[in-house]
């Protein structure tokens, strides 16, 4: 077992040999994080079966202790499966004398996804869709599913707003600005945040996503999917996990034009 200074920090990095190599593994929740991501059908399916750590570009770091006073690890390192490679990120914590996974994500450069607490993967939203809204949208859902601890309740009653970004095409990659309410609520958007892209066909809005939870980008992931009325946000602080799912009832207003 080695020792190592990392950005200011203390890091407990582990050697192991694998297939001839010397691969380098910091302890906590090692196992825990592979073995999700090996369950997140969205992973297998970006990279294929059988992923696991490969010998270069590894990244590990201790992380401070938390409010409730566990320890937590941070860790980043190259994986790959039998079709594909990415970077694989975790963080688990150590509660109650055992390690705890937090939050999972696999990067390809192009495709996000997330293998805990929930596997998901937003709809890639092609460059020729991320162009400027030309009005607003105000629409109504209800809550279909909740798992975790989301603070909404099955078959409430929400609203959402997906407005053009003024910003768009200037300083800002973002072409529209989400706010999801559910009841007294604010699921997504809460703030100056809320910025995010939006794909159009035909002038029409038909999917808005964030790939990003709350550790990323001060957020929820989501995804509104006009063409199946479904509406999927998920979030990944430690305490507050949630797999929420909404579905599309109809529109609040006639969508109106955006002032130019």
Request: proline content about 7%; hydrophobic content about 40%.
């Amino acid at each position: 077992m080695n020792y190592k200074l990392i950005g200011g920090v203390l890091a407990v990095i582990v050697v192991i040999p694998a297939a001839g190599l010397l691969l380098p593994r910091c302890n906590g929740g090692y196992e825990l994080a592979l073995e999700a991501l090996n369950e997140c059908h969205f992973a297998v399916q970006t990279l294929g079966p059988d992923i696991t750590q490969t010998p270069l570009g590894i990244t590990c770091y201790a992380d401070d202790t938390t409010a409730e006073g566990s320890d937590g690890v941070e860790w980043q390192f190259p994986v790959a499966g039998d079709n594909g490679s990415g970077t694989f990120q975790y963080r688990a914590e150590f509660t109650n004398g055992q390690w705890k996974l937090v939050r999972a994500f696999l990067n390809t450069g192009n495709t996000q996804v997330l293998a805990f607490p929930s596997c998901f993967t937003p709809t890639e939203i092609p460059a020729s869709a991320k162009v400027a809204l030309r009005h607003s949208y105000k629409l109504k859902a209800k809550v279909l599913q909740v798992t975790g601890k989301a603070g909404v309740t099955v078959a409430a009653a929400c609203r959402i707003s997906i407005d053009p970004h003024a910003a768009f095409g200037k300083n800002s990659p973002f072409n529209c600005q989400v706010q999801i309410h559910c009841g007294p609520t604010i699921m997504y958007g809460a703030g100056p945040t809320g910025f995010t892209s939006c794909g159009v066909k035909n002038g029409e809005l038909i999917l808005a996503n964030d790939p990003w939870p709350t550790s990323q980008d001060n957020d929820p992931m989501m995804e509104i999917d006009l063409n199946s009325n479904q509406v999927i946000l998920i979030d990944d602080q430690q305490g507050h996990q949630y797999r929420v799912v909404l579905s599309l009832t109809g529109a609040e207003a006639t969508p109106k034009t955006s002032p130019q």
